[in-house]
């Protein structure tokens, strides 16, 4: 009875050994598109930018199959066009129970009971973007969410707050990475404000 018994159980060793072997060897085998991601890798200042979302807001769209996704010819250059391209606003749409902010087809224009933000050209074009700012200009605004002069708020939906918690080396490299890009020359209008925009907050 022995032999027998350990006749399978060899048999079994052997078939697992072959088995682990020639899993090994197809491993060994694939070629680095087949075990690599398609896409490159993000890193730095481009990887905080793409997750998080500066695109959703500061990068018109283009739809694809009914998908609105940045257009990658005017990567980050704001809003386009004056405020009088906006659409009108309807009334008593903003308040408890009802709606607390809307935008536009490019996610670029964004109103709510704040009134209405244009987001703005972050691209290092220096007349219309951010090209003539510093870092401690960028980093003023990106840790107090105020402008460089100090006398205007970053409104909705910018998610200052959320950059403001940043270490010094990743704020650093969102500003060198938003410099690295090709500037686009775009001027973005000033927001409007809640009486600006016919808006009545509370309501």
Not at 21 to 40: D, E, F, I, N, V
Not at 117 to 122: A, E, K, P, Q, W
């Amino acid at each position: 009875m022995k032999k027998p018994i350990l006749w399978l159980v060899s048999l079994l060793l052997t078939a697992a050994v072959v088995l682990l072997g020639s899993q090994l060897t197809a491993r060994s085998q694939l070629t680095p598109a087949q075990t690599s991601p398609a896409m490159p890798l993000l890193t730095g200042g481009a990887l905080l930018v793409t997750y998080g979302g500066c695109h959703d807001c500061h990068s018109p769209k283009v739809m694809v199959q009914g998908i609105p996704l940045p257009d990658s010819s005017q990567m980050l250059s704001g809003y386009h066009g004056t405020r009088a391209d906006l659409p009108q606003i309807p009334k008593d749409v903003f308040g408890p129970q009802k709606w607390a902010g809307m935008t536009n087809d490019h996610f670029t224009a964004w109103a709510g009971p704040w009134g209405v933000t244009f987001s703005r050209n972050i691209t290092p074009d220096r007349q219309t973007g951010i090209g003539a700012w510093t870092y401690e200009m960028f980093q003023t605004v990106m840790r107090t969410g105020k402008y460089p002069t100090g006398d205007r708020q970053l409104l909705p939906p910018m998610p200052w707050y959320n950059v403001a918690t940043l270490p010094e080396d990743q704020l650093r490299a969102l500003y060198d990475y938003l410099m690295s890009i090709p500037p686009v020359q775009n001027a973005v209008p000033n927001p409007l404000t809640p009486q600006q925009a016919g808006i009545t907050p509370g309501r």
